[in-house]
C-alpha cells in the first residue's frame, strides 16, 4: 500500500515537472552554490536596493538565501511551474523567511522599480526586455545569469567560480 501511495507521488510529482517544463521550456535547475554567492554580493553592493524579484524562481533556493541576508525589504519568488512554486513556498514557510512566493507568468508582471533576478533562456530574455523598456525604462537592477540580455550592454560581468565559470551580467537603468 505504502509503495502504491510513494509511486503516486512520483508519478504526480514528475508530471508536474513535465507540465511545468512544457509550459516554460525550462527546467527548473537550481543556479550553483557559487552562482548565488556572486549574485548575492552584487545585490548587496548594490545602494539603496530594497525589493528583489526572482523571475524564475525554481525551488526558491536563491530567493531564500537573500532572503537569510536580512538586508532587503521585500523578496518575491516568481515561478510558472506548479511543483517548484509550491515546494519553495513550503520551504520558506518551514524556514520562516520572509520571501514571499507566487505562481505567475513572469512576462505578465507588473514591473516596479528595484532589483530583478533571471536564470532563464535566451528567448526568454528577449520578450521581458520588451517588457522592461515598456514598464521600467528607468530605476532597476537586472542580474541576470548565464544569458546576456539581447541589445543591452551590461554595466560589468561577473563570473561565478564554478566548473563553467558561469557568467553574471549585471544591468542599471
Ligand atoms: C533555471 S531555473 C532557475 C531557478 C532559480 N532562479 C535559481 O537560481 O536557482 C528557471 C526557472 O524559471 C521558470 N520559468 C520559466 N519560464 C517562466 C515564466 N515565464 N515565468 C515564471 N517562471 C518561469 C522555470 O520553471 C524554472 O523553474
Redesign the pocket.
Known amino acids: 500500500m505504502v509503495v502504491y501511495a510513494l509511486l503516486g507521488v512520483v508519478i504526480v510529482s514528475v508530471g508536474l515537472v513535465a507540465w ?2 512544457r509550459a ?8 550553483s552554490r557559487s ?2 554567492q556572486t549574485v548575492e554580493r552584487v545585490l548587496l553592493s548594490a545602494p539603496g536596493l530594497d525589493r528583489v524579484t ?6 526558491g ?2 530567493a531564500r538565501r537573500l532572503a537569510r541576508s536580512g538586508r532587503f525589504e521585500s523578496i518575491v519568488a ?4 506548479p511543483l ?1 512554486h509550491m515546494v519553495g513556498a513550503l520551504l520558506s514557510w518551514f524556514a520562516d523567511l520572509p520571501v514571499t512566493h507566487r505562481r ?4 505578465s508582471l507588473e514591473l516596479a522599480p528595484g532589483g530583478y ?1 533571471t ?2 533562456s535566451r528567448g ?1 530574455m528577449l520578450a521581458l526586455r520588451e517588457r522592461f523598456e515598456e514598464q521600467l525604462p528607468h530605476g532597476g537592477l537586472l542580474v541576470s ?1 548565464a544569458f546576456s540580455m539581447p541589445g543591452w550592454t551590461p554595466a560589468r560581468v561577473e563570473h561565478a567560480h564554478d566548473l563553467f565559470h558561469t557568467p553574471i551580467y549585471v544591468y542599471e537603468f
Do not use: N
Open positions: 511545468g517544463v516554460s521550456g525550462i527546467v527548473p535547475m537550481p543556479s552562482t548565488r526572482d523571475l524564475g524562481s525554481g525551488w533556493g536563491l516568481v515561478e510558472l511551474s517548484p505567475a507568468d513572469a512576462l533576478v536564470y532563464l526568454f545569469v
